[in-house]
């Protein structure tokens, strides 16, 4: 097939399981986009990323947005089919280049692998050499470690004794009545009241010099705050 017949279309999609938001990221961290710039690759439109580059540089950007978790489709120009209608939309940035997007990308980044991707290499790890020449198993049955002979208690309970089933061993105690004269006392009858409340005095607050505003009134004027002087001239989003 010729070569710079192919072209990558991207119409908003992503991978199952992926956040829209994170994907965002990934794609504008590999392309270096303005947030605004990314929201109109995930409009839904069909959009052409990248026009009239051979397949093998078409398989990279494909599989670059793959690993950012965006799903792109490469189509062949050369097939003799009318082209699906796409708007072209390349970076004014210009993307990154597909081999080394991953590298450049933050450390912070987070991509999701195209499925099946191996993406750490096993490392073979050599048999364990230990020379076991000196070693010996003994025979079954055989006691390795000689049990230890506890010595008996040695209590002397002589001078002990055990009572007979259902003897009492302490005398119950038992406790003197209260002995209260209650013949001073004497209740009132229901409804009487034991203490008068005390009358609380009305307040006494003179209100003639007072006065009220109209609704609508501003008690207390407002100061103006000044802008703030804040020097972005240094200042760059990448």
Avoid: W
């Avoid at 050499?129 to 506890?150: F, K, R, Y």
């Avoid at 005398?171 to 005390?198: F, K, R």
């Amino acid at each position: 097939m010729a070569e710079g017949q192919y072209q990558v279309i991207f119409s908003g999609r992503i991978i199952d399981g992926a956040e829209l938001d994170m994907v965002k990221g990934n794609v504008a961290r590999l392309f270096k986009l303005a947030p605004e710039q990314v929201d109109k690759l995930f409009c839904g439109r069909r959009l052409i990323l990248k026009k009239q580059v051979d397949q093998a540089m078409a398989e990279k950007y494909q599989s670059t947005m793959l690993r950012a978790g965006a799903i792109c489709e490469v189509q062949d120009m050369s097939s003799g089919q009318a082209p699906a209608k796409a708007e072209t939309v390349i970076p004014a940035t210009g993307p990154v280049t597909p081999q080394t997007a991953p590298s450049e990308a933050p450390s912070s980044a987070i991509s999701i692998a195209a499925p099946g991707v191996q993406l750490v290499e096993q490392q073979v790890v050599p048999e364990a050499n230990i020379d076991t020449g000196s070693m010996d198993m003994a025979a079954p049955g055989v006691q390795l470690v000689e049990q230890q002979i506890v010595p008996e208690a040695n209590i002397d309970i002589g001078s002990m004794d055990m009572a007979e089933p259902g003897v009492q061993l302490a005398e119950h105690e038992d406790v003197i009545e209260a002995d209260i004269d209650t013949n001073g006392i004497d209740m009132a009858e229901v409804g009487i009241t034991l203490v008068e409340p005390s009358q609380t005095p009305p307040a006494n607050i003179d209100t003639n010099s007072m006065s009220m505003d109209a609704p609508g009134v501003r008690l207390v004027e407002g100061e103006e705050v000044p802008p703030a002087q804040i020097d972005t001239s240094h200042l760059s989003v990448n």
